[in-house]
C-alpha cells in the first residue's frame, strides 16, 4: 500500500497465567512478523468494588493497580529482554474482553495475538472465554497460540 507505514502495530494482552509465557514464547521464537513491528503488551485488571475505590484518592488508586499488574511485569519483562524483543507494557482497568477490544478499535492496531485459554478454565466454560469474546467483538485479525 502507496504511503503506508509497513510496520505493523500489535497489541499482545497478557494475564500472567502459564499461558503467558506461552504466548511470548512463541511470538517472540517466530520469523514471521515484519521487523519493526511495534508491540504493546497489555494487562487487563478487574476494577476494585466501587464502594472500596470511592473510599481511596486517585493516587492511591492508581498505585494499587500498578502494584497489582507488577506480578504479571516480573514475568513478562525478562521474557521481552531475554529475546531482545522492545514492547510498551501497560495496565488498563475493566472487562478484559470488552478492553481488549476497545483497544485495538481505538489505536488501530494491525494485529492482536494472544493465548487461547488463560485465567480460570471453570470461567470459559461458563461464561465464554476471554479469547472468544475478543474475536467476536473486534474488527483488528486475531492470532490465537494455543
Given at each position: 500500500?502507496?504511503?503506508?507505514?509497513?510496520d505493523?502495530?500489535?497489541?499482545?494482552p497478557?494475564?500472567?497465567?502459564?499461558?503467558?509465557?506461552?504466548?511470548?514464547g512463541?511470538?517472540?521464537?517466530q520469523?514471521?512478523?515484519?521487523?519493526?513491528?511495534?508491540?504493546?503488551?497489555?494487562?487487563?485488571?478487574?476494577p476494585?468494588?466501587p464502594?472500596?475505590?470511592?473510599?481511596?484518592?486517585?493516587?492511591?488508586l492508581?498505585?494499587y493497580?500498578?502494584?497489582?499488574a507488577?506480578?504479571?511485569?516480573?514475568?513478562?519483562r525478562?521474557?521481552l529482554?531475554r529475546?531482545?524483543?522492545?514492547a510498551?507494557?501497560?495496565?488498563?482497568?475493566?472487562?478484559?474482553?470488552?478492553?481488549?477490544?476497545?483497544?485495538?478499535r481505538?489505536e488501530?492496531?494491525d494485529?492482536?495475538?494472544?493465548?487461547?485459554?488463560?485465567?480460570?478454565?471453570?470461567?470459559?466454560?461458563?461464561?465464554?472465554?476471554?479469547?472468544?469474546?475478543v474475536?467476536?467483538?473486534?474488527?483488528?485479525?486475531?492470532?490465537?497460540?494455543?
Amino acid at each position: 500500500m502507496a504511503g503506508r507505514d509497513p510496520d505493523m502495530k500489535i497489541l499482545v494482552p497478557v494475564d500472567g497465567s502459564s499461558e503467558t509465557g506461552r504466548v511470548l514464547g512463541w511470538l517472540v521464537a517466530q520469523e514471521l512478523l515484519p521487523a519493526g513491528s511495534r508491540f504493546v503488551v497489555l494487562h487487563i485488571l478487574a476494577p476494585l468494588n466501587p464502594c472500596v475505590a470511592r473510599s481511596l484518592t486517585p493516587g492511591s488508586l492508581e498505585d494499587y493497580y500498578a502494584a497489582e499488574a507488577q506480578p504479571v511485569w516480573h514475568l513478562v519483562r525478562p521474557i521481552l529482554q531475554r529475546h531482545h524483543v522492545q514492547a510498551a507494557c501497560r495496565h488498563d482497568i475493566g472487562d478484559a474482553a470488552r478492553r481488549i477490544a476497545a483497544v485495538a478499535r481505538d489505536e488501530h492496531f494491525d494485529l492482536v495475538i494472544m493465548g487461547s485459554h488463560g485465567h480460570g478454565a471453570l470461567a470459559n466454560v461458563v461464561l465464554g472465554s476471554v479469547a472468544t469474546q475478543v474475536l467476536a467483538t473486534t474488527s483488528a485479525p486475531v492470532l490465537l497460540v494455543r
